[in-house]
């Protein structure tokens, strides 16, 4: 009665042994494989269309051009500090390195990707990735990306660093957020810090400035933004206003191009217009 459970599971244990033991034989194998297998190409893969750094620079970097992994063998190639090494730079955000049975040594490079290019108020110049890290502009290839400008005080010390400023934060933030809707990322151009630290933002059409003053409550100002646009705009022409005010979450407020400096305060099924003699005499309705 107990001897059929018990060969059950000696023959378990001998399949199993069998099978670990041809394991370990095969491991064995590809590691005195692996051990006489000489490199003898270097791939890399380079995903994307924005080129900061091309397969000449890697192979440069790796030194490949010089021959010193091309022909080694690859277990005295060390593959972690290939990996440190591409990392290093300041435009790979991510690189890894592994090496087939083939004798192929395979790189594989992921590239920051910048969303906006500061100009600080010190003539410095540098890109903020997708992360909000800065680094450095390219001799190989210029980023089609929003450019700030202004008083912006968040400086560069030409390594790849978090924004420390609260503007360069809030830059940030309406960069990322501008990217990220079809419509703004076609209609803003250019982002410019003024006089009294607001943020304000060139339009490609139409030559007015956009006040949106913080990088709050995006969503909301933008949305009313969009609404002027289709109330306002079509009943008096792009080169109506000087200057758009929608740093207000409730409201939208359009300072006219001419001489007596009216404003249009925009509610969700009218305009309103109103006679007034300072730009900052903000007495308009709220939208609700």
């Known amino acids: 009665m107990f001897k059929k459970p018990i060969w059950k599971h000696i023959a378990f244990g001998l399949i199993w042994a069998v099978c670990l033991g041809g394991l370990f034989v095969l491991m064995s194998f590809i590691g005195i494989k692996r051990a006489s297998m000489l490199c003898r190409e270097v791939k890399v893969?380079?995903?994307?269309?924005?080129?900061?750094?091309d397969r000449q620079e890697v192979n440069s970097i790796l030194h490949v051009g010089n021959n010193?992994?091309?022909g080694k063998k690859l277990e005295d190639i060390n593959i972690h500090q290939l990996e440190k090494t591409l990392q290093a730079n300041p435009f790979i955000e991510f690189a890894k390195v592994y090496a087939d049975m083939d004798g192929v040594v395979n790189v594989e490079i992921r590239q920051r990707q910048p969303i906006l290019r500061i100009m600080n108020r010190f003539e410095q110049d540098f890109y903020v990735d997708q992360y909000g890290l800065k680094?450095?502009?390219s001799a190989n290839f210029t980023a089609p990306v929003l450019v700030a400008t202004g008083n912006i005080d968040e400086?560069?010390?030409?390594?790849?660093?978090?924004?420390?400023?609260?503007?360069?934060?809030?830059l940030f933030k309406t960069a990322d957020f501008i990217r990220r809707d079809s419509l703004w990322d076609a209609q803003i151009e250019q982002i410019n810090v003024n006089a009294n630290h607001e943020i304000e933002l060139i339009p490609r059409i139409g030559n007015q400035r956009i006040l949106l003053g913080n990088a709050d409550s995006l969503d909301k100002k933008f949305k009313n933004l969009l609404i002027f646009y289709q109330k306002a705009i079509p009943k008096t022409g792009w080169g109506a206003?000087?200057?758009?005010n929608i740093k207000y979450a409730n409201q939208v407020i359009g300072i006219k191009s001419d001489s007596l400096l009216k404003t249009?305060?925009?509610?969700?099924?009218?305009?309103?217009?109103?006679?007034?003699?300072?730009i900052n005499q903000h007495s308009t309705q709220n939208i609700h």
């Open 68 to 70: 010193t992994l091309v």
């Open 155 to 170: 400086v560069f010390i030409n390594r790849v660093d978090t924004l420390h400023t609260a503007m360069a934060k809030a």
């Open 135 to 137: 680094i450095p502009l």
């Open 264 to 278: 249009v305060a925009l509610k969700p099924k009218q305009i309103v217009k109103q006679d007034t003699n300072h």
């Open 241 to 244: 206003y000087k200057v758009i």
């Open 45 to 53: 893969y380079i995903p994307g269309n924005e080129y900061f750094v």
